[in-house]
């Protein structure tokens, strides 16, 4: 280790990372948040847009009760207090891809507040609870297009007025590890309550994230940055590492951080402009939007209807399934996933099993196309002729790879079409057994010398003479018989 990293080091070591997130969500709406444009991704540019979302004069919004809906399911999912009364507000700012002037947000009375989740294995040790501040609703921007033309910048307004939750943590994270285990587990939470599909590279999961540094020891923050443009979790933990590096060189070279927003390019941050204070955004109710009143009923009756969150299916997978530790995490990482797996599992009967092929064959497909080509009872099916003896696990595979072309097969009626019924018949197998013999008399010579582990070559071979149909249980017997033989 160099001199010079050997002083970073020690200079990190004197320093406390301090990381609050600021996390966009975009909720699974068909329409936008104050008007009826669609909400759809991918549509030619400014195709989704109407009087409402271009701000034309006299245009006046509606609210969408569906996203008002999901984001109270989002808010009570991360354990946050939603306010019976909550307001919007116009957050003054002025860029080319907000066409009011002011984006329609909450400020002072968001939706939610004090809410939590917690990182860490539970079979590890203690979880860390990171606090979760607001969980309020706004709409988003358009978005500015720098590439399209040369020397000028393209204004695309489809997603001007699409729905967003943001969802603002405490200065809990202490770590990038941290901040990258909380932004993981909370994008399993939002899945599993179906609010959004969360796909940063659509832009409908964004990160922001401020960092300070602090001496270690010390209670106070320092000031902050705030850093954007991160497009995956690894990203924003290589970030995060880059800025609080830079903190600890300032203020180890006796300088002074600048609040401002930092742009994250893969490799380095670079200073964006100045970072605006809530002063900044001259925060007003919007006069447009009555407050937003919820019910008490309602809301508990949005509590009651929540899925079964993430931890609790961990827990009953453990206790209903008896599966270990890495196969419940698997298996519940995806809630698609976690319901195949259930489907499979009560069908078999034999929960290992079923645990065993959605991790394999499913898992590589799954992760392929975002679906199942073989539906769950077919599937256990399949599993079941495994597990009787009727076909081998390799025959199974390649079963698994040929039931989509024919949805309405029987596993069984397949094997039968294909050949890959095994052979349990004593004559059939005896047969491939005195071939693959006479075919290898030296190997049999070494064998009946006492090289006992060419069993196994043996088997290959009937195997392989076989296709694969031959019993592997019912061949062991046949090839001990013949190699006694004189």
């Known amino acids: ?57 006299g245009a006046l919004p509606v609210l969408n009760e569906r996203a008002v809906g999901l984001a109270t399911r989002a808010a009570l999912a991360l354990n946050c207090v939603v306010q019976p009364v909550s307001i919007f507000a116009r957050k003054n700012y002025f860029y080319p891809d907000l066409p009011k002037g002011y984006q329609i947000s909450q400020f002072d009375k968001p939706l939610a507040l004090d809410g939590w989740l917690e990182i860490g294995k539970r079979s590890v040790g203690t979880p860390i609870r990171i606090g979760i501040t607001r969980v309020h609703m706004e709409e988003d921007a358009g978005k500015s297009i720098h590439d399209r033309f040369a020397g000028a910048t393209a204004i695309d307004l489809n997603r001007s007025g699409v729905p967003l939750i943001e969802i603002v943590s405490e200065p809990d994270i202490r770590t990038a590890e941290q901040a990258g285990a909380y932004l993981r587990v909370l994008k399993q939470v939002l899945e599993y309550v179906d609010v959004s599909d969360v796909n940063m590279e659509e832009g409908s999961l964004r990160v922001d994230a401020n960092v300070s540094a602090r001496r270690r020891g010390e209670t106070k923050l320092g000031t902050k940055t705030e850093v954007k443009n991160m497009n995956s979790f690894s990203g924003v933990e290589r970030a995060l590492d880059v800025e609080f590096a830079r903190h600890v060189a300032v203020l180890e070279a006796g300088g002074m951080i600048e609040q401002q927003t930092m742009l994250w390019d893969g490799s380095t941050v670079r200073p964006a402009r100045s970072k605006e204070g809530s002063h900044d955004y001259r925060y007003f109710p919007e006069p447009d939007l009555p407050p937003l009143i919820l019910a008490p009923e309602w809301i508990d009756q949005v509590r009651k209807d929540l899925p ?83 076909v081998s696990h390799q025959a199974a595979k390649r079963l698994y790879a040929e039931l989509p072309e024919r949805p309405q097969e029987d596993p069984r009626a397949a094997a039968e079409r294909l050949g890959l019924v095994q052979v349990s018949d004593h004559a059939a197998l005896a047969g491939w057994v005195d071939e693959v013999l006479a075919a290898h008399p030296a190997e049999v010579a070494r064998f009946k010398g006492g090289e006992t582990r060419l069993m196994g070559f043996f088997v290959g071979q009937v195997m392989k003479r076989s296709q694969g149909k031959a019993d592997p249980k019912g061949l062991q017997p046949v090839l001990q018989e013949k190699l006694r033989e004189p």
């Open 308 to 390: 079964e969150l993430p931890d609790a299916r961990r827990a009953r997978f453990a206790e209903d399934y008896k599966l270990g530790d890495y196969d419940v995490e698997v298996l519940t990482a995806n809630p698609r996933l976690a319901d195949y797996y259930e489907s499979v599992a009560r069908a078999h009967g034999e929960p290992k099993a079923a645990a065993n092929w959605v991790m394999g064959e499913v898992m590589t497909s799954f992760n392929e196309s975002g679906g199942f080509p073989v539906e769950a009872n077919r599937l256990a099916r399949l599993i079941t002729l495994v597990r009787d003896g009727v």
């Open 1 to 57: 280790m160099t001199a010079t990293v050997q002083s970073l080091a020690t200079a990190l070591d004197r320093w406390e990372m301090v990381v609050g997130l600021e996390v966009h969500v975009q909720l699974k709406t068909r329409t936008k948040i104050f008007c009826s444009c669609s909400a759809d991704f991918g549509a030619a540019p400014n195709a989704n847009t109407c009087p409402v979302c271009l701000a034309l004069p």
